[in-house]
């Protein structure tokens, strides 16, 4: 079952924040976060594990809720190079077999 | 370091065709997994591949087919060609096999049109 992101697609000014929500209907073992613009490859932002751990990258941050099955991104004062397609995708404990979310669309404006 | 190359980076076949995606991971990577990706379904993966061993196969038909060499090349294989299999075909390369082990590094895809 593919886990639902929310929203679909935000706009933001720079410096503004945003939270992107992904939901799982079964249990998560790991929950990795990847960012994708327009043309390229996705591209790695973090992993979180099961455990409640909060991890950072830069102004970027992420939860993981085991027990909501849910985890979710916090871009801070964002900016212009934030702008992408956001996917979540969440792994069991065999393999790097990946359930991608729908992907939220994120556009940052002057 | 070089990154993850896939080749052919644009491909247009018809259908009933056949195809042959390739991927060289990063060096030193023995996993490889292949996603496809469209407009509609998103990323949904296809299979990994683990010391020339296949690992994990998602809910493809067995059109879909890979296999990996022992230098950790992979290719992937779609027969008999149908209109919908037109999609972005991502190859993503990583260090060891395991979601909680780490980072996929993502090739920038193939991209395969059927008509």
């Known amino acids: 079952q593919q886990p639902v992101q929310s929203p679909q697609a935000v706009i933001l000014r720079e410096g503004e924040d945003a939270v992107i929500n992904c939901s799982s209907s079964k249990a998560l073992y790991s929950v990795h976060w990847y960012r994708q613009k327009h043309g390229e490859a996705p591209v790695f932002l973090m992993i979180l594990l099961k455990g409640g751990e909060q991890k950072g990258h830069d102004k970027i941050s992420a939860s993981f809720n085991e027990k909501k099955q849910q985890s979710s991104l916090y871009l801070t004062a964002s900016q212009l190079s934030y702008s992408g397609t956001y996917f979540c995708g969440t792994g069991g404990n065999a393999g790097n077999m990946l359930t991608f979310g729908g992907g939220t669309r994120l556009m940052v404006k002057p | 370091k070089a990154g993850v190359t896939q080749t052919p980076r644009y491909l247009i076949k018809t259908r009933g065709q056949q195809v042959t995606l390739s991927c060289s991971p990063i060096s030193g990577h023995r996993s490889v997994s292949w996603y496809q990706q469209t407009p509609g379904q998103g990323l949904q993966f296809l299979f990994e591949y683990f010391s020339e061993t296949q690992r994990n196969k998602g809910n493809f038909p067995g059109r879909f087919s890979g296999r990996q060499f022992s230098n950790s090349r992979s290719e992937m294989n779609v027969s008999t060609l149908e209109l919908g299999d037109s999609a972005l075909y991502l190859c993503?390369?990583?260090?060891?096999?395991?979601?909680?082990?780490?980072?996929?590094?993502f090739g920038e895809g193939s991209r395969l049109t059927v008509l």
């Open positions: 993503a390369s990583s260090l060891a096999s395991g979601s909680a082990t780490g980072e996929l590094f």
